[in-house]
C-alpha cells in the first residue's frame, strides 16, 4: 500500500469517525455547523488526493497532517457533549468573546466558531483559536476548555479573561492593534521590557530576593545564564504576550480575574518566582494585575457608611497579601500601565459587553445580601407595593458578589457560594429572556 | 391562625424576606392562594436498561463501588439550557428543578401541585410534592406524562404551583430532621433505604433479596 | 520516537496549492462557487489580511495555568530558520509588485483583491480590470512559493 492509498484510506476512517461523533448531543447549538466545516474540510483533502496530478511528498505530507489535525479535532468533539461544564457560564463567556473575537472573512464579518470541552487538571484552562496560517480549512475553531473537576466553581472561571487575550491574539485585526497600542507601551524605551537584554539584566539582578536567584541558579544546571536565557531558553516575545494577556483578563473581568489569578497562580507557585520558558515569574504577574487594578479605580471602596464597605475592603486586604514587597517583582511603571489599559479598552470597548462594567456598589451590595442570606445573587426584589421587580445584572458582578461575599459575617462554603453563583448565572438568563420581550 | 396563606399573606412574606420564591418573573405567578413555579433547566430519568427493578438493597452502604455505580447510572440526565426543549413521553417519569429558589421559613409547609392547565394536557406531578418548613433550594418536580402522546416541556414554562401553609406551631429545625435535600442545586435521586436499613437487610439474611 | 514528532506541516506547500488553486478559478470562475472552493478562497483571504495588517504571529500557547517546571515538555521552540510567513511574506510582496507596482499602496491593493476574491465566491465572476491585477497576483503568487 503506498502512501497516497492509505491516505485515501484515512480520509475515509476520518469520515466515519464525523459521523459516529453524532451519537452524543453538542450544546443547544447543536453540532451542524461542527459537522459541515468538517465535512468541508474533508471534501478538500478528498478533491487534493483524488486531484489528476502527480502528489509530490511535500502534498502527502501535508494532506497526512491535515487528515491527522482533523482526527484529532472530532475526537475532541466527544469531550464537549453538554453536562461537561457550567452552560450557564459559558452562554455568558460566549456573548463577551463573540464580538472581540468576530472576524472580517470572505462572506462578512464572521463571529467565532467556539465549542467547549471538559479537560482534567487544573492547567485544562484554556481558549485557543485554530492557527491562521494556511491549513485545509474554511472557518477557523475557537475552542473553550474548562478542567472538569471545577464545573461548577464560577468564581474561578474568570482566570479564562487571560485565555480571551490569547483569543483575541489569534485574530489579524485585533492583533495589530495589540501590537500597535499595548505592546508598543510594554516595550516602551527605558522600561524593563525595552528589549530581551534589558529584561535579562534585571532578571539576574543581583538585587533580586533570595528566592528568585536561588530560582535562576538552578538553571545554571542547564548552562542557562543571564547571556543567553532568552536566545536558549525562554521565549521573550511569549513573556510580553502572557502579561498582555493578564491585562486583557482584568479588563474583562474586573476583580474577579485578579481574585481567580492570584489564588490560581499562587496555588501552582506559592513564591511567584519561578519562571518558565513560556512564562515569566508569577510574582511579576500578580504584582502588575494588582497594581492595574489599583489604577483602574477596582480597588476604591463603597464610602462610608455603606454596608458593602467592610466585606469590600477584606477582600482586597486579602489580595494584597498575595503582591511580593520587593522592588524586583514590579516590571512595569504607573504610565506604562495606564497606556497599556487604555489601548486594550479601546479595543474592547467596539464591541460591548467584553469590558468589565463599572461596579455599582448599591447593586453590588444587594447581590452579597442575597449571598449572605443563602439565595442566588440575581435581579430580582419585591416592590413595596408587592411587584415583582426584575433587572439585569452582569454575570461578571454576580461573580465579584461571590468573591466580596466570602468576606461576609458567616461566608458560605468556598464550594456553596461558587454553586450559588453557579446558579444565579442561570436564573439571570432567565430574567434577561423575560425581560427582553416587548 | 393556621392555613392556607392568600396572595395578600404571601407578598407580605415575600417582602419581610423569611420566605424567598426568587425570581418571580412575572405578576401572574402570583395566584390567588399560590405561586406558580416554572421548569429550571436539568431533567433527570431513570435509565431502563440499567436496572431490572427498583430495589432498596441496591441503595445499602455495604459495597462502595456498587453504591456509588448505582447512583451514577441510575438516571440519565439531560442539560436543557434556555431556547432548548425537552420531549416527555407517555408512561414517562422525569425529574427537573423549578427554576424557582425557594426557602421557607420554620412556620410555613409548602404543598407543590401542577398547574391545572398542563394537568388537562396530561402532564402531572407524580406525587404531591411536600416542602419541608426550613427548606432551601430548588424543588424537584417529579414530572409524569399520563397522557396518549408525548409532551414537548422547555425551561420557563409555569409547570407547578406552590401552596403555602402556616403550621400550628413552628417547626423545631434540627440538621438531622432535615430532609435529604437541603440546600438542593439540581435534582437527584433520593436514597430509598435512608433509614429503613434495618429492615431491608433483614431481607437479606433470610435469602428474600 | 513516534510519528507525530515529525514536523511536517509546511505552510509554504499549502500556500502554494491555495494560490494555484485560486489563480485556476481566474480562469474558471463557476468552479470558485463550490464549498469546496471556499477552503483556498478563504485561505488566500486570511494570508491577504495577515499581509494587510502585518499580522504574522500565529504560535500556539500552553493555557494560563500550564506553569512549565524544570523538568517539563519543552514547548515550542523558537522555529529554526525562518519563521512559518517569511516565504509567504516575501511571495506576497512580489506578487503585490507585478499586480499593481506603485500604482496603488499596499491597503488599497489587498481591499481591492479581497473584494475580487469575494465576488469569485460569491457571484463566481470578477469585474474587470480588477480581474486582470488578480490573475497577475495568484499567478505570480502561485510561481514566487514554487
Partial sequence: ?438 | MTGALSRGSIIERLLSGDLVVSPILSEVQLGASSVDLRMGTVALMARAGSQSHVDPAAYLSGNAHQAAQTRQQKHERFEVPFGATFLLHPGSLVLVPTLEWVRLPKNLQGVVTARSSWAREGLNIATATLINPGYQGIITLELANFGEIPIRLCPGLRIAQLALYTLATSATFDATLAGQFDMSFSPRAGNIADEDEVFIKRTLRAGRS | ?146
Avoid at chain 1, 130 to 140: I, L, N, V
Avoid at chain 3, 12 to 25: E, I, Q
Fill in chain 3, 1 to 146: 520516537m513516534s510519528i507525530s514528532s515529525y514536523q511536517v506541516h509546511s505552510s509554504g506547500a499549502l500556500a502554494r496549492r491555495f494560490a494555484s488553486l485560486v489563480a485556476s478559478y481566474m480562469d474558471d470562475p463557476t468552479a470558485a462557487k463550490s464549498e469546496t472552493a471556499k477552503v483556498p478562497l478563504e485561505n488566500v483571504y486570511r494570508m491577504l489580511e495577515m499581509f494587510r495588517y502585518d499580522a504574522f504571529a500565529d504560535d500556539s500557547r500552553l493555557g494560563v495555568l500550564a506553569l512549565e517546571t524544570l523538568e517539563g515538555d519543552r514547548p515550542a521552540s523558537r522555529e529554526r530558520g525562518s519563521p512559518w510567513h517569511t516565504s509567504i511574506a516575501q511571495a506576497l510582496d512580489s506578487a503585490l509588485m507585478a499586480a499593481y507596482g506603485a500604482q496603488k499602496s499596499k491597503e488599497e491593493a489587498v481591499v481591492e483583491l479581497q473584494d475580487s476574491l469575494r465576488r469569485l465566491a460569491v457571484e463566481g465572476a470578477v469585474d474587470e480590470p480588477n480581474a486582470q491585477h488578480a490573475r497577475t497576483f495568484f499567478s505570480t503568487l502561485r510561481a514566487s512559493l514554487a
Fill in chain 1, 1 to 438: 500500500m503506498n502512501a497516497r492509498d492509505f491516505l485515501k484510506q484515512e480520509h475515509d476512517n476520518v469520515k466515519q469517525l464525523l459521523e459516529q461523533s453524532l451519537r452524543y448531543e453538542y450544546g443547544f447549538e447543536g453540532s451542524q455547523e461542527f459537522f459541515e466545516e468538517c465535512g468541508t474540510r474533508l471534501s478538500f483533502i478528498s478533491q487534493w488526493l483524488g486531484s489528476p496530478d502527480e502528489l509530490v511528498a511535500d502534498d502527502l505530507a501535508n494532506i497526512g497532517y491535515q487528515l491527522n489535525e482533523l482526527s484529532k479535532l472530532i475526537c475532541r468533539i466527544e469531550r464537549s457533549s453538554l453536562g461537561e461544564y457550567s452552560w450557564p457560564f459559558v452562554e455568558e463567556l460566549k456573548k463577551l468573546a463573540t464580538g472581540i473575537c468576530t472576524e472580517d472573512g470572505l462572506e462578512g464579518q464572521y463571529p467565532p466558531k467556539i465549542y467547549v470541552l471538559a479537560g482534567g487538571g487544573l492547567d485544562a484552562y484554556r481558549i485557543y483559536p485554530e492557527m491562521r496560517r494556511p491549513m485545509a480549512s474554511r472557518r477557523r475553531l475557537l475552542t473553550i476548555v474548562f478542567p472538569k473537576t471545577l464545573k461548577h466553581f464560577v468564581l474561578l472561571h474568570p482566570i479564562l479573561g487571560h485565555e480571551i487575550g490569547h483569543a483575541l491574539w489569534g485574530c489579524t485585526k485585533q492583533q495589530a492593534h495589540l501590537v500597535g497600542k499595548v505592546l508598543s507601551v510594554l516595550k516602551r524605551l527605558g522600561g524593563k521590557f525595552e528589549s530581551e537584554d534589558v529584561t535579562a539584566v534585571h532578571l539576574f539582578d543581583s538585587q533580586a530576593p533570595h528566592d528568585a536567584q536561588a530560582a535562576l541558579a538552578a538553571l545554571a544546571n542547564l548552562r542557562v545564564d543571564e547571556a543567553n536565557f532568552f536566545g536558549q531558553w525562554a521565549r521573550w516575545e511569549f513573556w510580553l504576550d502572557e502579561i498582555l494577556c493578564d491585562l486583557v483578563g482584568l479588563a474583562t473581568f474586573g476583580p474577579s480575574f485578579a481574585a481567580a489569578q492570584c489564588g490560581l497562580l499562587s496555588t501552582l507557585d506559592p513564591a511567584g518566582v519561578t519562571t518558565g520558558r513560556m512564562h515569566p515569574p508569577v510574582g511579576w504577574r500578580i504584582n502588575l494585575v494588582l497594581r492595574a487594578a489599583e489604577l483602574l479605580n477596582l480597588s476604591e471602596p463603597p464610602p462610608d457608611p455603606h454596608p458593602l464597605r467592610q466585606s469590600f475592603l477584606a477582600f482586597w486586604d486579602e489580595l494584597q497579601r498575595f503582591r511580593r514587597p520587593e522592588p524586583w517583582f514590579n516590571v512595569f511603571d504607573d504610565n506604562q500601565i495606564v497606556d497599556a489599559l487604555d489601548g486594550i479598552f479601546q479595543l474592547l470597548n467596539q464591541y460591548p459587553p467584553s469590558g468589565y462594567p463599572k461596579t455599582d456598589f448599591d447593586a453590588l451590595g444587594e447581590l452579597v445580601q442575597q449571598l449572605a442570606n443563602g439565595v442566588p445573587p440575581i435581579g430580582f426584589h419585591m416592590s413595596e407595593g408587592g411587584a415583582p421587580v426584575c433587572s439585569r445584572v452582569d454575570f461578571r458582578h454576580i461573580v465579584y458578589a461571590g468573591w466580596i461575599s466570602r468576606h461576609s459575617l458567616q461566608p458560605h462554603s468556598f464550594d456553596i457560594t461558587n454553586r450559588l453563583c453557579e446558579h444565579a448565572i442561570m436564573q439571570q438568563i432567565a430574567i434577561d429572556t423575560a425581560m427582553s420581550q416587548p
